[in-house]
């Protein structure tokens, strides 16, 4: 099996060698570049490839938010995983809407990190616990409704990407609904492609924006 191969993308240098240091003491792992700013980072994405991307948030010459759809377009297939000090809901949100597979805090331990890397490479979103729990309340929160978009559509996929912001798996869902889990398979797929959507956390995030997960 190939390594993973992880660009870092971070102005800390400090930050860099010592994550560097971690990825060096796996197997699975190859370490393919590390840039100290968002534009050095893009161009390095393009020319490298990487399998997974580690992006800050708050850098001087251009910020991660900002960075994510340049990095989108140079190397669309790279996971971008966000891992910053940022608790910051909003941030949160804006990061997993324009394409982050995943944001981490950068006080989680070694064994989370490394186990949320190779999650994102396979295709899977990850989070910091926290942060789990701050996409949960924001869920929880009143949204303000924005019908012109949710009306792309189904009563049916209404209905599931409810359940998919709740964090329900297909099983769940097609247990409550009475489906099988193939059909809400199609739906959850229908879902992301008619709302131009990556991810089935993107999904949960849209919920949350457009009004479909209201306060109970």
Excluded: C, W
């Excluded at 297909?170 to 229908?190: F, P, Y």
Aim: proline share 4%.
């Amino acid at each position: 099996m190939n390594p993973i191969r992880v660009l870092i993308i971070d102005d800390h240098s400090l930050f860099r060698s010592g994550i560097k240091l971690v990825l060096q003491r796996q197997d699975d792992f190859e370490l393919v570049g590390e840039a100290g700013s968002g534009l050095e980072g893009v161009k390095d994405a393009k020319r490298l490839n990487p399998d997974v991307i580690l992006l800050d948030l708050h850098m001087p010459d251009m910020s991660g938010l900002e960075t994510i759809p340049l990095l989108k377009d140079e190397a669309p297939n790279a996971q971008i995983v966000m891992l910053t000090v940022s608790e910051d809901a909003e941030d949160l949100l804006e990061a997993l809407r324009i394409g982050a597979r995943g944001y981490l805090l950068k006080n989680i331990d070694t064994d989370f990190l490394l186990q949320s890397i190779r999650r994102a490479a396979a295709g899977e979103s990850v989070m910091s616990p926290q942060m789990g729990g701050k996409l949960a309340d924001a869920m929880r929160a009143p949204a303000k409704v924005n019908g012109a978009d949710s009306v792309k559509l189904s009563p049916r996929e209404k209905e599931i990407i409810v359940k998919l912001a709740r964090g329900d798996s297909n099983k769940e869902i097609a247990r409550e609904l009475d489906l099988s889990e193939s059909t809400v398979k199609i739906h959850v797929q229908g879902i992301l492609r008619k709302l131009n959507l990556a991810s089935r956390v993107q999904a949960a995030v849209y919920a949350v924006e457009h009004g479909l997960v209201m306060e109970k």
